[in-house]
């Protein structure tokens, strides 16, 4: 069974602060997504890896997708308020099954 | 394009009664998904949909839950039978054909069970 950890779980930093999340397995995905989610609201995709060692920028967002893709991290640069959501990261495999794998997610609070 | 549409919003139902839920996925998409969330949680895969055909179920998906998708557009969930432990908010996505091409989520439907 394809598993994903996200790590940390929850994260509560000022604005201002550079942050971390990590997105861990022991299987390798094909490609992983990151998407950020709302409450009361669907995930939205921020970025999708493909390629071993890819990294990949979204403004303050980083993106990188490690060498073997059994895992991927995301880092957020002088972080703000509008950064404040529940992180997911999401992989498929590479048995030829198009079925998504979801993340614990990293609830995020960035205080003004 | 108006992404994914799912109806209604929110459903909130007594405890042994039935429920449909709606998803209309992106036009040209032939992916669909259907996942589960509870609070702080992430997604849990349901089950999925390559055109009209039913690929893969989650042994999530009890007896009580079925899945259609007739002309492979739209497709609908159904519980029967709803017990407490159903209330989640029930989500929808698609993707195309394309490997590697990322999914696109709908709002969701939060149930509530009374």
């Known amino acids: 069974t394809q598993l994903l950890e996200q790590s940390p779980q929850f994260l509560s930093i000022q604005e201002g602060e550079n942050l971390t999340v990590y997105c861990n397995s022991s299987s390798v995905f094909s490609s992983l997504q990151w998407y950020r989610q709302e409450p009361g609201e669907g995930p939205v995709l921020l970025v999708t890896v493909v390629t071993g060692g890819e990294v990949k920028k979204l403004k303050r967002l980083t993106f990188q997708f490690g060498d073997a893709r059994k895992d991927s991290s995301l880092h957020i640069t002088a972080a703000q308020p509008g950064d404040t959501g529940l992180y997911l990261c999401a992989g498929v495999g590479t048995s030829g099954t198009y079925k998504y794998i979801f993340g614990t997610g990293t609830r995020l609070k960035v205080l003004a | 394009d108006t992404g994914v549409s799912q109806d209604p919003r929110h459903k909130i139902t007594k405890r042994g009664q039935n429920v449909t839920f709606r998803c209309d996925p992106i036009?040209?998409?032939?992916?669909l998904y259907w996942y589960r969330q509870t609070l702080g949680q992430g997604p849990e895969f349901l089950t999925y949909f390559q055109n009209e055909a039913q690929l893969e179920k989650s042994r999530l998906l009890s007896d009580r839950f079925s899945a259609e998708r007739p002309k492979g557009s739209f497709s609908t969930l159904e519980i029967q039978r709803t017990e407490q432990g159903d209330s989640a908010m029930y989500l929808c996505?698609?993707?195309?054909?394309?490997?590697?091409?990322?999914?696109?989520f709908g709002d969701g439907t939060r149930l509530s069970i009374l």
């Open positions: 036009s040209e998409h032939n992916r």
């Open positions: 996505a698609s993707s195309p054909r394309e490997s590697n091409q990322p999914q696109h």
